[in-house]
């Protein structure tokens, strides 16, 4: 029987490094953002409407996007929050509902990860939803030192996706990563063996 998973959480959560894991045991594991990277590229779907939109000073001499510029300019302004969401979600959930309709025809089980799956409504798509899981005081720390934010742009990343305690009630299972790699991916290898064994609070 066919199962879909998806896995989410929540900026400098811990995520990939679960998905990384889960590829390297053999599992397809679907990366959204890697998606969207895509149809923002040159000659991709979200390309054109995206500079159509911001106009040609989010581009780089090569054509590409300046990532970390489209990403000010929409995490620093509700509004653009709101166009982005509508205008590039749309076509987003539609190359995602492509890419796992012909995955579920070849793979009895894989995985998607989302980072916004339950703020974009896409809890419905699986049978089990899996949350990356940290402390906020341990994400904000991670994010600054990953992306070298200050507190004020990291929070601002923060306020953009719903809490991480807000999505804890909704996942079917919580991977805690306030601990080593070593701990998070024990958990993980628990419930790829059936082993129920995770607390929800």
Do not use: C
């Not at 742009?153 to 996942?171: G, I, M, Y």
């Amino acid at each position: 029987m066919r199962k879909i998973i998806g896995i989410t959480g929540g900026i400098a959560s811990g995520k990939s490094t679960v998905s990384r894991f889960l590829r390297q045991e053999g599992y397809q594991v679907v990366d959204a953002d890697a998606v969207v990277h895509q149809l923002q590229k040159p000659g991709g779907r979200l390309y054109r409407i995206l500079v159509d939109h911001f106009g040609e000073k989010i581009l780089l001499e090569n054509g590409e996007l300046n990532r970390p510029l489209l990403a000010s300019l929409i995490f620093s302004n509700p509004e653009e929050q709101e166009w982005s969401k509508e205008t590039q979600g749309e076509l987003i959930r539609e190359e995602l509902g492509f890419v796992r309709d012909k995955l579920a025809q070849t793979e009895d089980l894989f995985f998607m990860d989302i980072p916004l799956l339950f703020e974009q409504e896409y809890a419905s798509w699986f049978d089990e939803t899996w949350l990356v899981y940290v402390s906020r005081d341990t994400q904000m720390d991670r994010l600054m030192k990953r992306d070298y934010l200050t507190m004020e742009d990291a929070q601002a990343r923060l306020a953009s996706q719903w809490p991480l305690e807000e999505k804890k009630r909704l996942a079917s299972h919580i991977l805690d990563n306030n601990g080593s790699r070593e701990q998070l991916l024990s958990q993980v290898g628990s419930l790829l063996q059936g082993g129920d064994t995770l607390e929800r609070d």
